[in-house]
Each structure stands twice: as C-alpha cells, then as structure tokens.
C-alpha cells in the first residue's frame, strides 16, 4: 500500500508563497511520474505540475514562472513552491503518484489565496 499525504496548504494573501509538500512510503525516485493537481470549487481536477520519469517538467500554463516542483530525495518529498499566488490560485491541491501506471492520490490540502 502506498501512503501518500499532502501538508503545507494554508491562507496567504495575494502575492504571496506557499510550499506544499507530498510524503509517501514509497521511493519517489522509483516512480513513472510524481506530480500535482488541484481542483476549484465546481471545477475539474487539472494538472498543476509533473516529473515524468526524473527528466522532464511539465507545468500547465497558467503556473509558468511562479511554481515550481521539485524532488527532495533527503526528505523522499514531492514539492511544490507556489510564489505569486492569485485568488484564483485558491483550490484543493492534490499529489499524485505514477507507479508503473497505478495511480496513487491524497486526500489533498486546501490553499485559499485571500486578502
């Protein structure tokens, strides 16, 4: 069974930083693909950020220049830093985990980007 938690979420002011971070029982470094999503009130899932296979980076447009994801093999973490965060940034964010094509979810954090 693979245990996935996401922390770090919280409220921030427009402008703002957050840093979420995603622990899990498994090697990241062994996984297809390790990512983020998140999911707005009424709105789809939708993929914030990816590491596929340990080389490329996928970022979705809207997040270009002001997120990063990141691997931290010390802390065996997915992490995702979130500068400039916008009202709209406000969502559940979620981890996923790609093990040879099996998904892994977690239950999520919520960030609230409010003045």
């Known amino acids: 069974q693979v245990h996935v938690v996401e922390s770090g979420g919280g ?4 402008g ?3 840093k979420l971070s995603c ?10 693909a390790v990512g983020w999503y998140r999911q707005a009130p009424g709105k789809q899932r939708e993929l914030v950020a990816r590491i596929i296979s340990g080389v490329s980076t996928n970022y979705a447009d ?3 220049g002001r ?4 691997r931290d093999g010390a802390k065996n973490t997915v992490d995702l830093q979130m500068n400039r965060l916008s ?22 954090t919520q960030v609230t ?3």
């Open 11 to 14: 409220l921030v002011q427009p």
């Open 16 to 18: 703002g930083s957050l």
């Open 67 to 70: 997120f990063t994801i990141s």
């Open 87 to 108: 009202p709209e940034d406000t969502a559940v964010y979620y981890c996923n985990l790609d093990i040879s094509g099996r998904q892994y979810w977690g239950q999520g």
């Open 23 to 32: 622990a899990t029982s498994g090697s990241i470094f062994s996984m297809s």
């Open 113 to 115: 980007v409010s003045s």
């Open 62 to 64: 809207f997040v270009k």
